[in-house]
C-alpha cells in the first residue's frame, strides 16, 4: 500500500446552503503517531471559486508561521476554498528546529533519497497542483530594507516582507502574466494601514530567483518556485520578523496578510480567529496492560508494576487539539502517541503543544502497585463517548456515504476501500479502529484497522465472520479505544446482467 493511502479522515463538517450549495471541511492525516504526522485541511465553500493554500511549520523554529496557519483550519468560508497545512514539519516542530533532515523548503527541486521528508513534500507538491494560489509562512531575521541601513535592517533581511520570485512572470506553458510584485504591493498597502509601528510596516521583497543574477539561488528550490515555474500560480513567503518579541502580534500580523490575499482572490470567509492561550492540559487516556484504562491529569504519577504495557491513547485539552504530542523519556521518540511500551524503569510522560512543554506526569514502578496520587478510571469520567456519523467508503472509485447502522449493498466482484470514518467529537479520532469483519488488511500485523486496503469482494473474504454464516452479510465495526461505537453492514448481492460492462 502506499504511502498516500496511509492516511485517517477523522472530520468532514458539511453545510447544505437552500440554493443547494455544497460546503465541507475534508480533514487528513498522514504518518499518524508519529513524530512527523501531518494534517491537511480541505475546506471548501458555499460557493465556488479559487483555492488558496497556505503552508505553515515547513521550519520549525518559526512559530509565527504554524501558529498562523494554524487559525486557519477551523474557518467556514462564504465562498472560494482553502487548503490549510498548519504543520508540514512536525518533527522539526517538535525539536524547535529549522529541520532535522535538513530544510525541507530546499526540497521542491526533486530528492533521491524517498524519506519522510521527501514523501511530505510530495504530498504537498499534489495540494500545490490543486491550488491557484500559495502563501507559504514564515518567520525570519531582521526587517527587510530595499536599501543598506544597519545590521537588522537590509535587503538580506527577510522579516516584515512579501517574498516573490520576481516582480513579473510569464509563464512559459500557458502564456499568462503572473505580476507578482503589483499583487504584493497592493496587499503591503492594505494592510500598512493597520499596522501602527513603522518599522513593523510590510515592504515587497522580489527575490528574483528566476533570473541568472539572482543573490537567492537557494530558493529555486522552495515551494513558491516551484508553484510558480511548475503549476504557474502566484506563490509568496509571508515572513513575520523574529525580532517581534510577542507571538500574538506576528499571528494578527500574518492574519492581516492572509485576510488581504482571501479578499484579493476573491475569497470570502465567514468566521476567522485569532486564539493565543496557554496550553492546559485535561487528562491522558492511557491504557495498561490492554484492558484498563485511566486517565491521567497533569502533575499526577502514575503507578505501573514493573513490566506494565503502556499505550497513550488520547491526549485531552479545552483550548487545544492540533499540535499535540506526548513522549514518555527513554521511548520511542518525540511523539509516543498510540505506541504500545513495556515500561522497566521510572520515568515521566511530557506532553507537548508545538515545542511548548505544558505537561509532565511521572511514572513510578511498584509491586504493589498503590499510590495516593492514583489517576482516575475512565469510567469514572463525565464525558460522553463519541458516535459514529458516517463511514465513507469507495465502491470501484465512487464514493459513498453509509450512516450508522445503515447497510451498504456491493456486487460481488467490486472492490471496497474504506476511506474514512466521521464521529461527532474529531478529538477522539486518533483513538479509533475501523474494523471490517472477516477481512485482513495486513495478514503479517493484523491490528484490525481497515481503512485504506482494497478490499475485493469475490476473494480473500472470511465466511465464518459473515453474519449470515453464508458470507453475504459483514458488519464494519467501529471501536473508540476499545468501546464499539457504530456499525455499518455490508450486504454482499450477485451481479445483474444488466450492470456487467464488456
Not at 391 to 420: A, F, Y
Amino acid at each position: 500500500m502506499s504511502f498516500q493511502l496511509k492516511h485517517m479522515l477523522f472530520l468532514v463538517s458539511v453545510f447544505v446552503t437552500a440554493a443547494g450549495a455544497r460546503a465541507e471541511t475534508v480533514h487528513k492525516t498522514y504518518f499518524e503517531n508519529t513524530d512527523y504526522e501531518l494534517h491537511v485541511y480541505e475546506i471548501h465553500g458555499h460557493e465556488s471559486g479559487p483555492t488558496l493554500m497556505i503552508i505553515g511549520g515547513i521550519q520549525g523554529d518559526e512559530p509565527g508561521g504554524y501558529l498562523s496557519a494554524d487559525m486557519y483550519a477551523d474557518i467556514s468560508l462564504a465562498k472560494g476554498n482553502l487548503i490549510v497545512v498548519p504543520r508540514a514539519n512536525f518533527h522539526a516542530i517538535l525539536l524547535n528546529q529549522r529541520g532535522p533532515n535538513g530544510d525541507m523548503n530546499r526540497k521542491f527541486a526533486g530528492q533521491r533519497n524517498q524519506d519522510t521528508d521527501a514523501r511530505i513534500v510530495s504530498i504537498l507538491k499534489e495540494l500545490i497542483s490543486r491550488s491557484d494560489v500559495l502563501l507559504n509562512l514564515h518567520d525570519g531575521s531582521g526587517f527587510y530594507r530595499p536599501t543598506w541601513e544597519d545590521n537588522l535592517h537590509n535587503p538580506m533581511r527577510f522579516g516584515q516582507s512579501i517574498i516573490a520570485d520576481a516582480d513579473v512572470y510569464r509563464g512559459p506553458q500557458s502564456g499568462k502574466v503572473i505580476e507578482l510584485g503589483r499583487i504584493a504591493q497592493r496587499i503591503c498597502d492594505q494592510v500598512n494601514q493597520h499596522v501602527a509601528e513603522e518599522q513593523y510596516k510590510f515592504r515587497f521583497n522580489n527575490h528574483n530567483t528566476i533570473s541568472k543574477n539572482t543573490k537567492h539561488m537557494e530558493q529555486r528550490l522552495s515551494a513558491t518556485y516551484y508553484s510558480l515555474t511548475h503549476h504557474e500560480i502566484p506563490a509568496f513567503g509571508i515572513e513575520s520578523s523574529k525580532q517581534i518579541p510577542s507571538n500574538e502580534l506576528k499571528l494578527r500580523h500574518k492574519a492581516m496578510v492572509i485576510n488581504a490575499f482571501m479578499n484579493e482572490f476573491g475569497i470570502v470567509p465567514e468566521n476567522p480567529k485569532i486564539l493565543v492561550e496557554k496550553p492546559e492540559l485535561n487528562h491522558l487516556i492511557v491504557l495498561i496492560n490492554g484492558s484498563e484504562r485511566v486517565a491521567v491529569k497533569n502533575g499526577e504519577t502514575l503507578l505501573l508494576a514493573p513490566g506494565d504495557r503502556v499505550v497513550i491513547e488520547h491526549i485531552d485539552m479545552d483550548n487545544y487539539r492540533r499540535g499535540l504530542a506526548a513522549d514518555i523519556i527513554g521511548m520511542g521518540q518525540l511523539n509516543d502517541l498510540g505506541k504500545d511500551y513495556q515500561i522497566n524503569f521510572p520515568t515521566r510522560i511530557i506532553i507537548r503543544k508545538d515545542s511548548f512543554k505544558c505537561a509532565s506526569i511521572d511514572i513510578r514502578l511498584d509491586a504493589d502497585k498503590t499510590a495516593s496520587t492514583a489517576p482516575t478510571r475512565v469510567a469514572e469520567l463525565a464525558t460522553a463517548w463519541p458516535r459514529l456519523e458516517f463511514l465513507t467508503i469507495k465502491v470501484d472509485g465512487q464514493r459513498r456515504e453509509v450512516g450508522d447502522r445503515d447497510t451498504l449493498k456491493v456486487m460481488i466482484g467490486q472492490v471496497m476501500v474504506i476511506t474514512e470514518a466521521v464521529i461527532d467529537q474529531p478529538s477522539y479520532g486518533k483513538s479509533l479502529v475501523v474494523n471490517f469483519k472477516g477481512f485482513v488488511g495486513d495478514m503479517k500485523n493484523n491490528t484490525g484497522e481497515d481503512r485504506g486496503y482494497e478490499i475485493h469482494t469475490d476473494n480473500g473474504m472470511m465466511r465464518k465472520y459473515s453474519l449470515d454464516g453464508r458470507g453475504r452479510v459483514y458488519p464494519i465495526v467501529v471501536s473508540c479505544m476499545g468501546r464499539d461505537i457504530g456499525t455499518v453492514i455490508v450486504r454482499l448481492v450477485q451481479p445483474q446482467a444488466s450492470n456487467l460492462g464488456r
